[in-house]
């Protein structure tokens, strides 16, 4: 069966995709295991001034406002990001990551401010290249749910279903844990475990 998967997750300035900005996107595009594409885009929101950084999300991924402010453009990255799923994703994608609704949020509200700028600046705007759901199934896969159905049967005897203390069961190394494409990365090696089972 023909599925292209694409593994996201995304390092942001806070919880909420409403009032929060995803500063960090990292993602590799796979069909049958094999690797198509792989890229980390790291950028500061064209009007930083409509975002809040809060405080508590910098402690747990280490990124300042300052740093964050020191990337490349949100329109200059996007423009990338688009690019690649022209390439890649023109029979869909199915995105898959853990937790990934939270993810799933901050894209599409990345591809509604793009297009909201777009149409600010009378700038012609294809629904056929610009829409989210172009690019992406309706359908995902949330590894952090596969972990929870584990759990629930009996298969895996775990505390919490936190994606380091379930790397941690697994001896899948942490090391560079909340920089997105090492979460990721370790996403994969939980989903690949869980399959091996």
Not at 31 to 40: A, V, W
Not at 127 to 143: A, G, I, K, R, S
Request: glycine content about 4%; overall charge negative.
């Amino acid at each position: 069966m023909y599925t292209r998967r694409f593994w996201v997750d995304t390092e942001t300035t806070g919880l909420d995709s409403r009032k929060h900005f995803a500063f960090q996107i990292s993602y590799f595009i796979e069909e049958n295991n094999r690797l198509l594409l792989e890229r980390t885009l790291e950028m500061h929101p064209d009007n930083y001034e409509q975002f809040e950084f809060d405080p508590e999300a910098e402690d747990v991924h280490g990124y300042s406002k300052e740093k964050i402010l020191s990337f490349s453009s949100e329109s200059e990255q996007f423009s990338v990001f688009l690019e690649d799923l022209r390439q890649y994703g023109k029979n869909r994608l199915t995105i898959t990551g853990y937790n990934v609704l939270f993810d799933i949020h901050f894209l599409r509200a990345l591809f509604a401010r793009e297009t909201a700028l777009r149409n600010a600046r009378n700038e012609p705007s294809n629904p056929e290249t610009t829409d989210f759901y172009n690019y992406f199934d309706y359908m995902y896969c949330d590894v952090m749910q596969l972990v929870q159905a584990h759990r629930v049967a009996g298969k895996l005897n775990l505390p919490s279903i936190e994606l380091e203390k379930v790397c941690g069961h697994f001896g899948i190394s942490i090391e560079g844990a909340h920089h997105s494409m090492t979460d990721i990365v370790n996403t994969k090696a939980v989903f690949d475990r869980l399959l091996d089972r």
